[in-house]
């Protein structure tokens, strides 16, 4: 809100220049300021760099564990579910299969939960340092991309070792990078909003995470379920990030009606969330 100018010759002294005072907005309409989340990147980019500095801080292994969890996940699901109970696997091998969904899904759910506890975990920025209060989840998600790359480059090499060949595909793996950030901030956005104003959302989240690992066909295909659940599972936003990874490194052709559907629900989650995001941020330095 600028100030009146003084009267008079001559320079204005310093009390009478003009100020801003940042205001959050009000309204439920989505509004997304992309200018200002392009001037204030450098906090973005700061944040996701302490949350890989953290990540990492004091661990024997450091950087390993992005390829030891999935792997070994790999070999337990591969025995269990792949040899012991038979669940097919699109005609690749399960190994392969397998890997290729676990090396979305755990980047995924470790954006998710980083993103969740992102404005409550820097209470001094939320009521202290004007910024763009979104780049606290989307730091959170950026942060993750590192595991997301890593995990690709061992399910591509575990694929060549299985006997998938190299699909003339494999480079559009790219694609899987922004498709993460994109699904990551459908969920991200509405709970670290949540998570400030009701902190048993952080509680519930790990509970939350089991089940959508379930409900998504990270370990078995989607063609195993029946008409109604397939459809119905369909409208999650990881089928379609599970789809275009397993298309790009394994060659399984997608379902485009499938993929649509997954992509439809990621935007809506994700234009819901900025308008909800933007709605109740003027409560977050009260809530922290």
């Known amino acids: 809100m600028p100030l009146a100018p003084t009267d008079g010759p001559g320079p204005a002294p310093e009390s009478a220049r003009r100020w801003v005072e940042n205001r959050p907005r009000t309204g439920w309409y989505l509004r997304l300021d992309v200018r200002d989340l392009w001037l204030h990147r450098d906090v973005g980019i700061i944040l996701a760099e302490r949350d890989i500095r953290i990540r990492y801080r004091q661990t024997l292994l450091g950087v390993l564990w ?47 939960g980083r993103a969740t506890s992102s404005l409550v975990d820097s209470p001094e920025l939320v009521t202290k340092v004007y910024f763009p209060r979104l780049l606290a989840p989307l730091g959170a998600v950026l942060g993750v991309l590192i595991d997301l790359v890593v995990a690709l480059v061992i399910a591509q090499i575990v694929a060549l070792i299985a006997g998938v060949p190299l699909q003339p595909t494999a480079p559009l793996a790219l694609l899987v990078v922004p498709a993460f950030v994109l699904v990551a901030l459908a969920f991200a956005l509405w709970l670290s909003a949540l998570n400030v104003l009701y902190r048993d959302v952080a509680y519930a989240l790990a509970f939350g995470l089991q089940l959508l690992f379930f409900a998504s066909p990270v370990v078995y295909p989607l063609g195993v379920l029946d008409g109604a659940f397939q459809t119905l ?53 009260d809530r922290v």
Do not use: H, K
């Open 66 to 112: 992005v390829v030891i969890q999935p792997l070994i996940a790999m070999v337990v699901f591969t025995l269990v579910l792949g040899e012991g109970v038979g669940v097919p696997s699109e005609g690749v091998p399960y190994a392969a299969f397998v890997l290729c969904g676990l090396a979305v899904w755990m980047p995924f759910s470790s954006a998710v």
């Open 233 to 285: 599972v369909a409208l999650n936003p990881i089928v379609g990030l599970l789809d275009v990874t397993r298309w790009a490194l394994l060659g399984v052709a997608p379902d485009i009606t499938r993929l649509l559907m997954s992509a439809g629900t990621t935007l809506l989650l994700v234009a819901g969330g900025i308008a909800f995001f933007g709605r109740v941020e003027r409560r977050f330095a």
